[in-house]
Every structure is written in C-alpha cells, then in structure tokens.
C-alpha cells in the first residue's frame, strides 16, 4: 500500500505532513492547492490513513485494519462530501455531510476526517455553512480541503486552514516515474513529461491513453506540411480537429511544443534537447524558413486560440484562424 514515499516530489508538503504525524500536531483544517491531475487527492489519502494508522514505527504502516480499511475507502472516519450537481457544492451538502455529523465522534478512531475535493465549487452560502465548523471544530475533527483555485476560497476560510501549495515536479523526476513504475519507453516519457509540465498525474495519463499518440501522430503531420497545403487542405484539417474537439488542449500543446522546438533549434542549431528529435529535418526546415518573431506569434496565436475555445467562441472558426497563422507564418 502507498506511503509517504510514493509521493512524487512535494518535499516541502511531505515534509509538513509527516512532521505533523510524528509530532502529533496536527491541525484542524488543511488546504491542499494544485492543479487538476497534481495528486492532491493521493496526498490526502496517504495523510488521513496516517493519521488514523494503529501500526508502530512509519506512518502509514499500510497493515493494521485502519489502513486496510483506509485504501479501500472503507474506513467510516474519512468521509468523503460528495454532490450531485457538477460544478456546484450547495449549502445543503455541506450541512447535511458536514455540520450535521461533526459532533458524532469517531467510530473507530481518535480521529473523524473530512475531504472536500474541488472545494473551490462551493458557493458563497456553502462556504460560510463550513466557516461555522472551522471557527469551533471539535478536537477529534480534521477537514482538508482539496482545490485547483485558492481564489475562490473567501477570506474567512482561508485564515482557518493551514495552506499548502503544490509546486510542478522536476521533469527529471516525472522522466524517472514513468519509465520506473509505469514502465513507459524513453521516447513517449519525454514527449509526456513535455506536455505535463510538472504535472505527474498529467504525464501518467498522457502515457496509459492510446488516443495521445493518434493526437500526436496528426499535430505532427499537420506541423510537417502546414506551409505546404492549399485551401481545400487547410478546410480538411480543421474539420480533421474536431474530432479532438474534447482533447483540444493535448492537440494544442502537441502543437505549441513542435514550435518550441523549432524555437529552440533556431537559436541554438542543436536537436539534443529537442522533444520531436526524431523529426529533426521538418524542425530544421521550419526553423530555416521562420523567423523569432514568426515563431513567437504562432504560440502566442496557440495561447489566444485555447483562452477562445475556454470562452465557447466557435470552435471551427478558431481552429481556421490559428491554422492560417500558422500557414501564413
């Protein structure tokens, strides 16, 4: 079973938590920020079956009947709110999963703890509702909150809770899991850890789906003979991308780091350091034909074209628009 260990990266909050354990301080409400995918629900996992752990010396031990109950999410003093509506935690899910069992103590444990993901999707009345709680929590009561936005957080909730920040992992270190524990080749390992950007989560998923290599292997087709394609081509590639239309945002980072490396190339004329090493004579040629200011338009056209696509502007006129930027230049 998982531990401490298993956390990839975080020092700083691994280090926070596991002085907590050792040192039986622990505070009464925790917020876990990072990014979708980052693994905060892992951590909070790890830290609540370690505070609920029987087991002598290392902290979880992964063996007593707390821990086996914990990883199993059978352990009834981890508590998980839940809510039915998708992008919102209601007032009345907080009371009814929260306020409402608070001062019922633990069943098993010295200790009942609560787990709120994607906190930041309580409303202004929800967040108030929980405010309640974190002023005068019973002594036995953890809450760590799990969110991808502090700022939506209001004030009041924020100066209750210990903050911690998860910070993106060394690239070396997302390389080393993938091809240690998932077993990932070198070359996939370096296209994932590029689009990840610190993110191990996003790199673990990258490398198990299937459709991310159909997704690069038509960026790169498109990057290879975009210059070359006349209109009627041009109107095919961009009907082409609507089949990626739920996986835009791989689509366009594929992109944008075939252009970074063309970048790359451009100043330094070395393919080492390249992610689409293996495409050297399409990067070269790209890099001979553009200039640093051609370049620096298309990621920036890819940046505007994703902020465009987040505020629902149609999705095949963007796509036209970024693909005549990136013909053009």
Wanted: net charge negative.
């Amino acid at each position: 079973m998982p531990n401490f260990n298993d956390i990839v990266g975080q020092e700083a909050i691994k280090g926070h938590l596991m002085a907590a354990i050792e040192q039986d301080k622990i505070s009464h409400a925790y917020i876990i920020c990072g990014e979708r995918y980052s693994g905060k629900e892992f951590i909070a996992k790890i830290f609540a079956a370690a505070m609920l752990c029987d087991g002598e010396g290392e902290k979880p031990c992964g063996k007593c009947h707390s821990c086996v109950q914990a990883f199993s999410d059978n352990n009834p003093d981890i508590i998980k709110v839940v809510h039915e509506k998708p992008n919102v935690i209601s007032v009345d899910d907080i009371r009814s999963q929260v306020n409402s069992t608070v001062y019922v103590k633990p069943y098993a444990d010295k200790r009942k703890i609560y787990i709120i993901n994607e906190a930041e999707k309580m409303n202004p009345q929800a967040q108030n509702a929980l405010l309640k709680t974190l002023e005068e929590p019973p002594e036995y009561v953890v809450i760590i909150l799990l969110t991808a936005n502090m700022d939506e957080l209001l004030p009041t909730i924020l100066s209750r809770c210990v903050l911690l920040s998860m910070r993106p992992v060394r690239d070396r270190d997302v390389r080393k899991f993938l091809m240690e524990e998932e077993h990932i080749p070198d070359y996939k390992a370096d296209v994932c850890v590029a689009f990840a950007r610190g993110n191990v989560g996003k790199a673990k998923l990258l490398a198990r789906n299937d459709d991310f290599d159909n997704i690069r292997n038509d960026a790169v087709k498109l990057m290879k003979h975009i210059r070359e394609m006349d209109v009627s081509e041009l109107t095919a590639a961009v009907k082409k991308s609507v089949d990626y239309k739920l996986a835009i945002n791989d689509f366009l980072d594929i992109i944008t780091v075939w252009y970074r490396d063309v970048l790359l190339f451009k100043a330094t004329a070395d393919a080492n350091n390249l992610i689409f090493r293996d495409e050297i004579q399409y990067i070269k040629k790209a890099a001979d034909v553009s200039t640093y200011k051609d370049l620096q338009d298309i990621i920036d056209a890819l940046e505007k074209a994703k902020q465009r696509l987040d505020s629902n502007v149609n999705f095949e006129l963007t796509m036209e628009l970024l693909f005549l930027t990136m013909k053009e230049k």
